[in-house]
Nanobody
Framework: QVRLVESGGGLVQAGGSLRLSCAAS????????MGWFRQAPGKEREFVAS????????YYTDSVEGRYTISRDNAKSTVYLQMNNLKPEDTAVYYC???????????????????WGQGTQVTVSP
């Protein structure tokens, strides 16, 4: 059973930056595709970014391309989401997700991931 714990959320002004971290335990981290999703109030959970387990290839939804960077440190069993030039519409609870030897691709469904963290709140003020 993989356990995921997110951290790094908070309140930031528009144009600012945050770095989210997701620490994994209970599995061989390098074997897991990792994803970040977000859910704003009243909206469905949506894909943000993913990174493959084999080649660390990265994928982003269009609205964050060029502003967000997903990365992983297999030695630390941690995946990161660097978020720059944040906008009020980025406000949401951000979740990390893991899938054993899963496929990482653009605009994935949340159904493609088995393991989820508890989420961390990101609030961007105008």
């Amino acid at each position: 059973q993989v356990r995921l714990v997110e951290s790094g959320g908070g309140l930031v002004q528009a144009g600012g930056s945050l770095r989210l971290s997701c620490a994994a335990s209970g599995g061989t981290f390098s074997n897991y595709a990792m994803g970040w999703f977000r859910q704003a109030p009243g909206k469905e959970r949506e894909f943000v970014a993913s990174i493959s387990w084999r080649s660390s290839s990265t994928y982003y939804t269009d609205s964050v391309e060029g502003r967000y960077t997903i990365s992983r440190d297999n030695a630390k069993s941690t995946v990161y989401l660097q978020m720059n030039n944040l906008k009020p519409e980025d406000t949401a609870v951000y979740y990390c997700a893991a899938q054993f030897r899963g496929i990482a691709r653009k605009d994935q469904s949340s159904n493609e991931y088995t393991y989820w963290g508890q989420g961390t709140q990101v609030t961007v003020s105008p």
